[in-house]
């Protein structure tokens, strides 16, 4: 049996380029995922689920007290992220996607574990999007993620 798990889009536009009467969108796909800690689960948080992402990259806000294996005792240079370079530990740890009325079925992955909150939470491909089936269908208004 499969579950499925709503995801939402988040459209706006460029306010800048709205400035000079041009309309580019920003949309972003998000969800609501939560972590396991040694007391349980977290509240929901808010993710954005990035495509363009390797790895799962969350904010020390949110890691502080989750479970978690480092992987790497050193921290890395993360680019391509916020405004330049941003410094993580990549752990291993156990996060599940947040429904109307279920959990999806625990996913153990890979993140990056910010030294800070300068980005937000960021779901990234590296064993989450390869284990499941993501649908996006934006003229539709409909995306999920599908867990089989």
């Not at 939402?8 to 969108?25: A, C, N, S």
């Not at 939560?34 to 806000?61: H, Q, R, Y």
């Not at 999806?104 to 284990?131: C, F, H, M, Q, W």
Request: a positive charge; proline letters at 6%.
């Amino acid at each position: 049996m499969s579950t499925k798990i709503s995801l939402r889009f988040k459209t706006k536009y460029d306010g800048e380029l709205l400035k000079h009467g041009l309309q580019v969108r920003v949309i972003r796909l998000m969800a609501s995922v939560c972590f396991n800690t040694p007391m349980g689960w977290t509240a929901s948080f808010k993710a954005i689920v990035d495509t363009g992402n390797p790895v799962t990259i969350l904010p020390e806000i949110v890691h502080r007290h989750i479970h978690r294996r480092i992987l790497h005792p050193d921290p890395v240079s993360l680019f391509g992220v916020g405004r330049g370079e941003v410094l993580a530990h990549l752990a291993e740890i156990e996060m599940a996607f947040v429904g109307k009325r279920q959990l999806s079925p625990p996913l153990r992955i890979k993140a990056y574990l910010l030294t800070d909150n300068s980005l937000p939470v960021l779901i990234g491909y590296e064993d989450v999007l390869t284990d499941v089936t993501l649908v996006s269908a934006y003229p539709r208004r409909k995306a999920y993620i599908e867990f089989r």
